[in-house]
């Protein structure tokens, strides 16, 4: 059976800790699903892991929809979250709910995922009227990297830690289904989890959220580039051996080997061929 937001609700309540993996393609998806992760994110972060832009800002909405067709075909029971990428809501209520509905009816996910406080309010309600769920993502944004001048953690002082608890107070007023906080300090985190009654995500939130979430490429170590401190490398699947080996055999000849070719029985008058 698929997970639903009502899943998710009853493991806060009783404290069954959701799991959340940002993943992008059909075999991530599988294994993820298989492996029985709560919720698969489509995370515009496919920018950077897959698609090597420097930020999340250039990728688009139909960019976005065949990572989304590829997750959901492989997923039986996991939650499918697909991120709004940047200026796909910003702009107007409007587009908000075009740009969702392609994620639901064309992307096959279950709920959208977009960044931003109480300023979205407007759009989240609208979102829910039209029964789709929404993850509202505060803290660190990363699709704000202009205006916020950087990765940083977010809610260090009195005035911003108390803007960071009236903007998670804000979207589930309007009617977030969950919160996900990114690069948020670990005691102010906690606060906004116990005063919330949706479940929140943590990423680089400490371990009092009632989830986690991990990029898929970072906690199995499929990327040697920037690691950041809320990473743990959970496995070290690193490529470059695997492909050194691969290189030597070729060049070596030693593959492939008639274990990895085809023959015929008689073939003798292949020879005879020109
Ligand atoms: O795009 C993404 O992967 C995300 C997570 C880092 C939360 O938004």
């Known amino acids: 059976m698929r997970k639903s937001i009502v899943d998710f609700k009853k493991q806060k309540e009783t404290q069954d800790k959701i799991t959340m993996v940002a993943a992008y393609d059909y075999p991530s998806a599988k294994a993820l699903d298989e492996a029985g992760v709560d919720i698969i994110l489509v995370g515009d972060s496919v920018a950077m892991v897959l698609l090597g832009h420097e930020d999340t800002l250039s990728v688009s909405v139909e960019e976005m929809l065949i990572f989304n067709k590829a997750v959901s075909r492989a997923s039986q029971n996991a939650f499918v979250l697909a991120d ?72 260090k002082s009195k005035e911003a830690a108390q803007k960071l608890i009236d903007d998670a107070k804000a979207v589930e007023d309007a009617g977030a289904s969950m919160v996900l906080m990114e690069c948020v300090p670990s005691k102010l985190a906690k606060k906004i989890t116990e005063i919330l009654q949706v479940p929140t995500i943590g990423i680089g939130a400490g371990k009092h959220c009632d989830g986690q979430v991990l990029v898929y490429h970072d906690f199995l170590g499929l990327h040697q580039g920037f690691k950041p401190k809320f990473v743990r490398k959970f496995a070290d699947l690193n490529p470059n051996e695997g492909i050194k080996a691969y290189i030597n055999a070729v060049k070596s000849g030693e593959f492939p080997s008639d274990a990895h070719s085809f023959s015929l029985e008689n073939d003798e008058w292949i020879e005879q061929l020109y």
Do not use: W
Request: aromatic share 8%; charged share 15%.
């Open 84 to 155: 709004m990428p940047f200026m796909s809501y910003q702009s107007s209520t409007y587009d908000a709910l075009q740009n969702a509905a392609k994620f639901i009816k064309i992307g096959r996910a279950n709920g959208v995922k977009l960044e931003g406080g109480r300023e979205f309010s407007e759009c989240i309600k609208a979102l829910s009227r039209a029964s789709i769920p929404v993850v509202a993502h505060i803290g660190l944004t990363p699709q704000a990297i202009n205006a916020m001048g950087g990765y940083k953690v977010q809610g």
